[in-house]
C-alpha cells in the first residue's frame, strides 16, 4: 500500500480548513527513464473527502495534478473532533484512505 | 474503584468497532463515489470539447469566482492554483491550463458540502491562461487568469 496521507483539519469557525498532501508519482505517460524509455501512466483518477463518514467532496483528476499531490478544501459545519477522512483512487486501481479528526485552531 | 476502568473499556471498545464500522462504510462511500471519471472530458485536446464534455454551455464571465496563481510560476511541474468561488450554491469547480496537451487538469465537485473553494497543484507545460469553470444552480460561469510559465512541467 501506498506511503500514508499527510492531512491538516483545523478549525476556522464553523469551517474546517483541510490540507492534504498525498504521496503518489502522478507520472503523465509522456515522460523518459533514463534509458529513454516512456514511463508508463500512473496517476490518482479520484479523490474522496468525507466528513463524518458523508461525502462532502470527489474530485476527477487528470495526470496534470502535480506529482506528491496536494489538495486544500474547506467542509462546511465542521466540529473540533469531527472525522475528516480522504480517500484517492488511480489508474490501477490502487487506493489509499487516511482519516484526521478537526482540531482546534492553535 | 473498577467503575471507572470498566467504563473506560466499554467505552474504548465501543470505539474500536464503531471506527472498523465507520472504516468499512467510509470506503464503501468512497468507493461508489469514486467510480466516475470524465473520460471524454479529460482526453479532449481542444479547451472547447473539454468544455463540452463537461456539459458547459452558455459561459457566463463572472468575478466572483477568484483564481489564486502565481503572475509567473517557476516551476512549470508545480504550479499552485486556487480557485475561490462566491458563487451561491457552486456545485462544482473544474480547472483548465489552456495550452496543456489536455486542457481539463482537475475537476471538482462540493455540492456535497464543501466550501467553493479548491487549492492543488498542477503541472503546466508552457505559459497560458487558468480557466475556472464553476456550474452553479445549474448555470456556467467562468474566469481566466494568465500564468506565465518559464520552465514546462509536461515532459
Redesign the interface.
Known amino acids: 500500500m501506498a506511503e500514508p496521507m499527510r492531512i491538516r483539519a483545523t478549525l476556522q469557525g464553523d469551517?474546517a480548513d483541510v490540507r492534504i498532501l498525498m504521496m503518489h508519482p502522478m507520472e503523465?505517460g509522456?515522460?523518459?527513464d533514463s534509458k529513454g524509455q516512456l514511463v508508463p501512466q500512473h496517476f490518482i483518477?479520484?479523490?474522496?473527502?468525507?466528513?463524518n463518514?458523508?461525502?462532502?467532496?470527489?474530485?476527477?483528476?487528470?495526470?496534470?495534478?502535480?506529482?506528491n499531490?496536494?489538495?486544500?478544501?474547506?467542509?462546511?459545519?465542521a466540529k473540533v473532533g469531527d472525522?475528516i477522512?480522504v480517500?484517492w483512487?488511480d489508474n490501477k486501481g490502487d487506493?489509499r484512505?487516511d482519516?484526521v479528526t478537526v482540531t482546534a485552531p492553535s | 474503584m473498577n467503575t471507572p476502568r470498566r467504563t473506560f473499556l466499554k467505552l474504548s471498545g465501543g470505539a474500536g468497532a464503531l471506527a472498523v464500522a465507520?472504516?468499512a462504510?467510509?470506503?464503501k462511500?468512497?468507493?461508489v463515489?469514486?467510480?466516475?471519471?470524465?473520460q471524454d472530458a479529460?482526453s479532449a485536446k481542444a479547451v472547447n470539447d473539454a468544455l463540452k464534455s463537461l456539459g458547459a454551455t452558455n459561459l457566463i464571465e463572472s468575478r466572483d469566482i477568484v483564481i489564486t496563481a502565481p503572475e509567473i510560476a517557476e516551476n512549470g511541474?508545480?504550479?499552485?492554483v486556487?480557485v475561490t468561488s462566491k458563487i451561491p450554491n457552486t456545485q462544482t469547480i473544474a480547472i483548465i491550463?489552456e495550452k496543456?496537451?489536455?486542457p481539463?487538469?482537475?475537476?471538482?465537485?462540493?455540492a456535497?458540502?464543501?466550501?467553493g473553494?479548491?487549492?492543488?497543484?498542477?503541472?503546466?507545460g508552457e505559459t497560458s491562461n487558468v480557466r475556472a469553470v464553476v456550474k452553479a444552480d445549474g448555470k456556467f460561469y467562468t474566469t481566466v487568469k494568465e500564468v506565465k510559465v518559464t520552465i514546462g512541467?509536461?515532459?
Open positions: 469551517v503523465t509522456q515522460r523518459k483518477k479520484n479523490v474522496t473527502v468525507t466528513h463518514g458523508k461525502v462532502v467532496f470527489d474530485a476527477q483528476w487528470s495526470q496534470a495534478v502535480s506529482r499531490p496536494f489538495l486544500g478544501v474547506k467542509v462546511k459545519g472525522k477522512g480517500t483512487i487506493k484512505t482519516e | 465507520a472504516a462504510g467510509l470506503l462511500t468512497a468507493a463515489a469514486a467510480a466516475e471519471w470524465n479529460f511541474a508545480v504550479v499552485p486556487a491550463a496543456n496537451p489536455f481539463l487538469a482537475a475537476s471538482f465537485n462540493i456535497g458540502g464543501g466550501e473553494y479548491v487549492s492543488t497543484r498542477l503541472k503546466m512541467g509536461c515532459g
